[in-house]
């Protein structure tokens, strides 16, 4: 069993809709929860980051953790089609100098016109 | 642009070749992550150094290697390359407490 389980999608929605992203993870260490936004053969880049269950909101993006059921979601409000992008959710349980994190494979978004 | 800077952009080379991958973090991180990903997998943790210092390693194989050096760039060598080495491979780099930000990645193609 994979650490953390992340649909691949694809998942294809039209402009304006909302969007739940979602992973589950089985290691209890892990503290820290991001998420990253990867648009094609590009660098993954930080969406949202935090170590606290509940929800954390900016702009069309809130990040919900419930370390209880070892769940965390991603939405995006209002999609767009500048949207459209593979998201992975990752974990850490820091240890003092190392962060290793531990990614989802991904979710594949298509936000269409 | 998340400060994190990756040379070259491209590389493309023969198979039983090595090559190295440069890495220039975030000013004042000093920690440097390096991540292999392949088409049919999601990024793979290779190996992490702490100023200077390997801290932690994952799915490297024993032909890659890595350094950082004191100027805190790092630099990943992969030799004896194979096809399967084919792959994008991102640094990224973070302050003690803080999250991983990540380089535009370097594309390995192994001919």
């Known amino acids: 069993q994979k650490e953390v389980e992340q649909d691949p999608g694809p998942l294809s929605v039209p402009e304006g809709a909302i969007v739940s992203l979602n992973c589950t993870y089985s290691?209890?260490?892990?503290?820290?929860f991001m998420w990253y936004r990867q648009y094609s053969r590009k660098g993954p880049e930080l969406l949202m980051y935090?170590?606290?269950?509940g929800n954390k909101e900016d702009g069309r993006f809130t990040a919900q953790v419930d370390k209880s059921s070892k769940y965390i979601s991603l939405f995006i409000r209002d999609s767009q089609p500048s949207d459209s992008a593979t998201y992975l959710c990752?974990?850490?349980?820091?240890?003092?100098?190392?962060?290793?994190?531990?990614f989802g494979t991904g979710t594949r978004l298509q936000v269409t016109l | 642009d998340s400060g994190v800077t990756q040379t070259p952009k491209h590389l493309i080379t023969a198979t039983g070749q090595r090559v190295t991958l440069r890495c220039s973090p975030r000013?004042?991180?000093?920690?440097v992550y390096w991540y292999q990903q392949s088409l049919d997998q999601g990024l793979q943790f290779l190996i992490q150094?702490?100023?200077?210092?390997?801290?932690a390693k994952g799915n490297i194989l024993e032909r890659f290697s890595a350094q950082q050096f004191p100027d805190l760039h790092s630099e990943l060598n992969l030799s004896s390359l194979e096809l399967g080495d084919s792959a994008l491979y991102f640094c990224?780099?973070?302050?003690?407490?803080?999250?991983?930000?990540f380089g535009p990645g370097t594309r390995l193609t192994v001919l």
């Open positions: 290691n209890s260490a892990f503290q820290y």
């Open positions: 150094y702490y100023n200077g210092e390997e801290r």
């Open positions: 000013s004042g991180d000093l920690s």
């Open positions: 990752a974990m850490s349980a820091w240890t003092g100098t190392a962060s290793k994190l531990t």
């Open positions: 935090t170590y606290s269950s």
């Open positions: 990224a780099s973070s302050a003690p407490t803080d999250t991983q930000y």
